[in-house]
């Protein structure tokens, strides 16, 4: 699976974003496709997952702001931000895990909120 991500940039706090991250290559195993994130000094997080059957994971600081949904037909999953605030500036990554226990990572797009 190769991944394909974009739509970072800089934005004021309370602005918003859209990242992007189309898929190809052996798309009838995947499992789910999320975006995590790794901020300057800390570890990567998980920031959003959705899963095959439709199913969303946020994690707790993003919800009610952000949202993730996925376009079967382009084979893209997109990442909705919405009120960033300065904490959610980071390396975004798209993240793919197939059926087989395979996990596949895009190249990262910056997030860089401003307050």
């Known amino acids: 699976v190769q991944l394909q991500a974009s739509g970072g940039g800089l934005v004021q706090a309370g602005g918003s974003l859209r990242l992007s991250c189309a898929a190809s290559g052996m798309m009838y195993s995947v499992n789910s496709m999320g975006w995590y994130r790794q901020a300057p000094g800390k570890q990567r997080e998980l920031v959003a997952v959705?899963?095959?059957?439709?199913?969303?994971n946020l994690v707790d600081p993003v919800k009610g702001r952000f949202t993730i949904y996925r376009d079967n037909t382009k084979n893209t999953v997109y990442l909705q931000m919405g009120s960033l605030k300065p904490e959610d500036t980071a390396v975004y990554y798209c993240?793919?895990?197939?059926?087989?226990?395979?996990?596949?990572w895009g190249s990262g797009t910056q997030v860089t909120v401003s307050s």
């Open positions: 993240n793919v895990q197939t059926s087989i226990g395979n996990e596949f």
């Open positions: 959705i899963y095959r059957g439709g199913t969303m």
